[in-house]
């Protein structure tokens, strides 16, 4: 691959709009386990919110991502990859992003969730103000 091709892909897995409109693998192999980033996303897209307990299981998978994530960037980087390579390991980072947005989605509140704490939070401090 040349470096006029490494570094079309490297900019191409770092635009912040890079997974709009992009579909995601199939399937994603990290540390050995195959992985259906469709299912993952799915999945997730079903939960309102974490519990605790699943918490940490959460943050361990983001990172174990992101880690795969900088592998296979690195292995662009490093050049040591075709250029069919190179395009299927790209394809398979959006994946991997595609999959992380999903993940961390799931810390973010709604925002009617975000509107119904802010407007209980101005009743209680007009509330408090009227008990001075």
């Known amino acids: 691959m040349d470096e006029l091709t490494r570094q079309r892909l490297l ?3 770092g635009r912040p709009s890079k997974t709009v409109g992009v579909a995601m693998p199939d399937e994603l192999t990290v540390d050995g386990t195959t992985i259906d980033p469709n299912e993952l ?24 991502l ?8 690195q292995r662009i980087a490093d050049g040591d ?13 959006h994946g991997l992003d595609r999959a992380l947005n999903a993940l961390e989605e799931l ?9 119904r704490q802010k ?11 009227v008990r001075l």
């Open 11 to 13: 900019d191409r897995i």
């Open 41 to 64: 996303v799915f999945e997730c897209s079903k939960l309102e919110t974490i519990p605790d307990a699943e918490r940490e299981q959460l943050e361990s998978a983001k990172k174990t």
């Open 66 to 73: 992101r880690r795969e994530r900088l592998r296979r960037k």
């Open 81 to 93: 990859v075709t250029v069919e390579e190179g395009e299927a390991l790209a394809t398979q980072i």
């Open 107 to 115: 810390d973010t509140p709604s925002f009617g969730e975000e509107l």
């Open 119 to 129: 407007k209980l939070d101005d009743a209680r401090e007009l509330l408090a103000l």
